[in-house]
Each structure stands twice: as C-alpha cells, then as structure tokens.
C-alpha cells in the first residue's frame, strides 16, 4: 500500500494524537550477537531500505504535530515450540 493512501485522513475525520507504525529490527540488517540501540545506523540492505521508507512515510503525521510511534518488532524461534 502506498503511503499517500493512509495520510491524510478524509477532512471531516478528526486526525490521530498519536500514529503507532509497526516496523521491524530489521533496519539494523542482520547480526548473530551483537546489540542495536534505537540512535543505530540502519544498515545498507534490502530488508533496511523498506524499513527506512516505511518508517519516513510517517513524516506528514510528524509534520501535523502528531507523535510517532516506530515500534521495531521481531520474532525469535524457542528451542522447544518455534518462532515465538
């Protein structure tokens, strides 16, 4: 879906306080043990690029005063029962 297409909201809709984007870890590439803080660089790959445009499409809302949320999230596969 193309960002233009979620923002803005239809003008007789009241404009959100806060606009929570569900990104992943995977901004930072991928690293077996080594641990990320938020400041990071993003790194140079695929994965990297369509977190970085998915995380800027959220500038308008920034932009109208509205707090962003970026949540990176990730999966982790247990030794007993799989991904997790």
């Known amino acids: 879906m193309e960002p233009e297409r979620l ?3 239809p003008p007789d809709e009241k404009p959100p306080r806060i606009l929570i984007c569900a ?5 930072y ?5 080594e641990v990320f803080r938020e400041e ?3 790194a140079q790959d695929f994965l ?3 977190c970085r445009e998915w995380e800027a499409a ?3 809302a920034v932009q109208k005063g509205i707090r962003v949320v970026n949540l ?3 999966s982790f596969k247990s030794t007993g029962r799989g991904a997790r």
Do not use: C
Not at 23 to 27: L, Y
Not at 29 to 33: E, I, L, Q, Y
């Open 29 to 33: 590439g991928n690293h077996d043990a």
């Open 72 to 74: 990176r999230l990730a």
């Open 7 to 9: 923002w803005p909201p």
């Open 40 to 42: 990071a660089e993003p």
């Open 23 to 27: 990104s992943a870890i995977g901004i």
């Open 48 to 50: 990297a690029s369509v």
């Open 58 to 60: 959220t500038e308008p």
